[in-house]
Structures are given as C-alpha cells and as structure tokens.
C-alpha cells in the first residue's frame, strides 16, 4: 500500500517572528464564540516556538473544561465555519477543517485534562526552553521534508521517535505514549 500522497508538498521554512502576531488574530478571530464554553485557547505545534523552522501553519488547541462540552463546541465552531472532523485517531483531541481565510491553521479542541492537551504544552514548553533541541528538530523537520515532501505520513512518522522521546521526559509513561507514536503515524 502507497502512503498517502498530500496535496502540496511539505514546506518546512525558518522560524517567522509574525506566527505568535497569526495566533493572537485567530485566537481574537475564535474567541468571542467560544468563551461560554472554553477555557482557553493554546497556540501549540512547532510555530508557538521561537527559533523553530515549521511548516507555515499555526496550530490550535481550544481547550474546554470536559468532554461532555465537546457537541457545543462543535456547533459554535461550526457557525464560524469550522468543519468537524472527529479525533483521526488520537483520543481526546477532535480536529476540524478551517477555513479558508488566512492566516493557515490547523484547530483542534481538547479537554483540559486530556493527554493530547497535555503532549502539546509538554512539547511546546521542552522546546521554547531547550535551544539545542530546537536546532536538532527544525534539522531533522527540513532533512525529512525533502524525501517525504508529498508523504504527510512518512514525514510525520519520521519526527516521531524525536518528539516521544521528550514527552517520555515529563510522564508520559510507555502505555501512553504508544497511541500517540501510532496516532501520529497515522494523522496530520
């Protein structure tokens, strides 16, 4: 079986100082529908890390109090035209379409307790803290996205062994981690 081949190939490009400035508009863009419901919302994924080369596109988690909020948000997401897309195989983190309009972005809602919530922010803060292991990722990021630029799932599964073996650093322990190596190998 072929991998899945992505629309477009895979742009990992150097750290753009203007990617915190596209969070806060999109965070400002979401907000106003969500805040009944949310408790906040996080810029995670290699753009909310300075000095990190990423793919041009921002990544969110709107984070709410329980699962049980899950179908409202939907619905508030989708007014804003948000499409839901279900949780591609990582547990308690649905994914969404977006929309067209700029800055590109990725949305995803987690609950606050959710270990998708937490291997975002256990990552994002590793690295905003670690220089050396920013030079290592955004290396191993534009070494992958050359043979792999069109296989999103060879170019995700390439950078798992690195991203696992931060998260094992903060307690995520090996049942857990394991959904997220296949998750990974799977989705995005």
Same mark, same amino acid.
Request: charged share 25%.
């Given at each position: ?18 990617? +915190?400035d !596209?969070?806060?508009? $999109? @965070?400002?863009? =979401? ?6 419901i /949310? ?30 909020d ?17 949780d591609?195989?990582?547990?308690d983190?649905?994914?969404f ?13 987690c +609950?606050? !307790?959710?270990?998708? $919530? @937490?291997?975002? =922010? ?5 690295l905003? /803290?670690?220089?050396?292991d ?13 043979p ?10 390439g ?14 322990c ?15």
């Open positions: 079986m072929n991998p899945p081949i992505t629309r477009s190939p895979i742009q990992v490009v150097e750290y753009n100082p203007e990617w +915190p !596209d969070f806060r508009q $999109l @965070r400002d863009r =979401i907000w106003p529908s969500v805040r009944d /949310a408790v906040a919302i996080e810029h995670v994924g290699s753009t909310a890390v300075p000095g990190l080369a990423a793919k041009p596109i921002i990544d969110l988690d709107v984070v709410i109090r329980s699962r049980g899950g179908p409202l948000i939907v619905t508030q997401l989708g007014r804003l035209g948000y499409e839901y897309r279900g591609l195989g990582i547990e983190r649905e994914a379409w977006t929309p067209e309009s700029p800055p590109a972005h990725h949305l995803y809602v +609950p606050q !307790d959710s270990i998708a $919530l @937490r291997s975002h =922010i256990a990552l994002r803060d590793h905003r /803290a670690h220089p050396s920013v030079v290592a990722y955004s290396s191993l990021k534009k070494q992958l996205a050359e792999y630029g069109r296989q999103i799932d060879r170019y995700i599964a950078k798992t062994d690195f991203i696992l073996s931060i998260l094992a650093q903060y307690d995520f090996a049942d857990r981690l394991d959904p997220i190596r296949q998750a990974n190998q799977r989705n995005e």
